[in-house]
């Protein structure tokens, strides 16, 4: 059993000016698990670590929302196993290779085409970035 933790969600937009009461406006609350989590059986947490994916607004220490049941088609960001390490890149697939792909030009693409030890191990659905 999943215990939720729910927190109010606001109905109206923030404003970037003066502070106004906001009670008035609450929509609901929100559980942040059911706003991220769509499959929860399938899903799993893991911390970037890195700026390879700055590019996909993935940043070092950012929580990455993993989803196991969504097909890694291509131009999806991944969670990729490349001989035994856990790697968050583009993934290119086309005309019979697959290439992992970082999101920051001072990196190179990964080629896997042939590499018995890669495995896609789930989708990125979200990212969690605390300012």
């Not at 088609?73 to 890149?89: D, F, M, P, Q």
Request: hydrophobic letters at 45%; charged letters at 20%; proline letters at 9%.
């Amino acid at each position: 059993m999943v215990q939720r933790n729910c927190r109010p969600l606001f109905l109206n937009p923030v404003a970037a000016g003066f502070p106004s009461p906001a009670d008035d406006y609450i929509e609901r609350r929100l559980d942040l698990n059911e706003y991220l989590v769509r499959n929860p059986p399938a899903t799993f947490f893991v911390r970037a670590q890195g700026d390879s994916m700055l590019g996909a607004g993935i940043h070092d220490g950012d929580i990455l929302v993993v989803d196991r049941s969504i097909p890694p088609v291509h131009n999806r960001v991944v969670i990729a196993a490349v001989h035994g390490e856990l790697t968050v890149k583009r993934l290119w697939m086309r005309d019979g290779m697959t290439v992992l792909r970082p999101e920051n030009p001072a990196y190179p693409p990964l080629d896997m085409t042939g590499v018995e030890q890669f495995e896609v191990w789930g989708v990125v659905t979200s990212v969690i970035h605390s300012l």
